[in-house]
């Protein structure tokens, strides 16, 4: 069974930075494209940056280009989302996803439980 197990959210500041992680376990990590989605209350779930399984392409959304960096450690099982300058508009649940066929880019099949990123302003 692919289990995805978030951390790193927590409360900080407007300006401030915070490091998310997600593990995976379960099936092998280097075959699989990984991506790091967020959602409000009342809102759907959306990408924020993906990271592919060969490493070669990164995707992020217009609001975090220049401030979150996407990254995998494929010996650690784990891919990161190193979000600097942090704003109120980025405070969200964040979720890491991954698809359930390998090599592919979409459609994202399996999910964390969620990690809470709240910034104060």
């Known amino acids: 069974q692919v289990q995805l197990v978030e951390s790193g959210g927590g409360l900080v500041q407007a300006g401030g930075s915070l490091t998310l992680s997600c593990e995976v376990s379960g099936r092998p990590f280097g075959p699989y494209t990984m991506g790091w989605f967020r959602q409000t209350p009342g809102m759907e779930r959306n990408p924020v940056a993906v990271i592919s399984f060969n490493d070669n392409t990164h995707y992020y959304i217009d609001s975090v280009k220049g401030r979150f960096t996407i990254s995998r450690d494929n010996a650690k099982n784990t891919v990161f989302l190193h979000m600097n300058n942090l704003n109120a508009e980025d405070t969200a649940v964040y979720y890491c996803?991954?698809?359930?066929?390998?090599?592919?880019?979409?459609?994202?099949?399996?999910w964390g439980q969620g990690t809470q990123v709240t910034v104060s302003s």
């Open positions: 996803g991954t698809p359930r066929l390998a090599y592919s880019d979409f459609p994202f099949t399996y």
